[in-house]
């Protein structure tokens, strides 16, 4: 084992590299003090996917003490290290004991300095949950409002275990919560659970479909009426993405809020608009393709990235596209953020036409060196699709580069692939 370059993956943040290091390694290996050192390694680092796949994947045990007699569950908990520790959590060997050893750390560490800003309320509320002890959403939200920071861990993870409870129950206390909350983040935290509890949502099984479609029309007909009243943008523009994440078609509805002065808001107005471009290009509402026509050219990148994400949906695999759609997603194709141009690539990538225009946007992506490889790749494949040798030559060069199933683009470059074989016997 090469423990020194795997560590220098670590540090980098490079978990292609380190993935990739970690595959020459063997599991006898890991099962011996090197794999322990590494886990510390990557738990130190913040590399919590590294350390799930030490412990989850490779089988490290967590349960075995660090240098200097380091107890690793402690030390995730005791700092409130909470994705950290949930991986250190993630092997078939972690059972009752490491996550009450955990909890009681945690408690400890907390009740000595209650106002440090670890989040160690976050590690509480996640074991509690695998513990099976049932938290009142009303301590959830208490735990929350501590540092009432919508990005701190302890408001993510309360949130968290709402949405993995669910139920008609707790829907009806966010919307109480969001009516009755002393305090506007109290109130912020509320209406995040009632878009939270949509994540929850499964209707995959027939007989719960009824029941979760009434949960949802439930859920909206509380949120549908705050558009016309919310003047907190944060409370907004989580009403929006709320309504969507439940099933909201009222797609005009979210017209007015395109051209808020607030990005996020507009960012959540696209996103609710965005499944009106399902429709065929005939049954369009040319007023809500104009304002969305209008987020292409937003002043912040994210809004015209998810923009971008709005079309793919009127582009990818339709002969009717609508023109001037086809127009915005081309010229965001050689947007000056990368990540406007991965997105707009993808979006052209599976799409059934052929232009002169459009392969010159694909062909400019090919040697882009600020966007990843699977954009170069996507871009390659698509125009091999269509028959252009720039296409097929990149796509060749590329694959000699891939050393295994850890390389960086090797699964795109198998979607490629199997593309390319599906439309072999037709043209595009």
Known sequence: MDRTALTRALTDGDEA????LLDHVSDEELAGPEGIALLEAAARAGRAEAVRELVGL???DASRPWSGGVDPVGWAAGRGH???LRCLLSGT????LLRRRALRVAEAALAA??????ARRAVISMVEFDLGIVTSPDELMARALVHADPGHADWEESLLVIARRGGRALLDWAGARAQDAPSLAGRRFALDALLNLGFGLDVSDDEDEDSERAFSEAAVAFLRPLLGTERDTYALKTVLHALSMHGWHDHLAALPYLAHADAAVRRA?????????VRPVAELDRDLVTALLRRAADPDPEVRRTATCAFVGSLAHRDDVEPRILTAVLHLAGDPEPAVRTTAIHALYRSRVDTPALRGVLADRLDDAEVGIDVRIQAAGALAARGDGRGRAVLDEISQGLTGHRS???????????MLRTYAESRW
């Open 82 to 84: 909470v994705e950290v």
């Open 269 to 277: 107005a696209v996103h609710a608009a965005a499944g009106a471009l």
């Open 408 to 418: 960086p683009g090797h699964g795109t470059m198998g979607d490629v692939h199997h």
């Open 93 to 96: 060997d972690a059972g009752l």
């Open 17 to 20: 590299e380190f993935a990739q």
């Open 113 to 118: 300095d209650p106002a440090g800003p670890e």
């Open 58 to 60: 490779r089988g490290v």
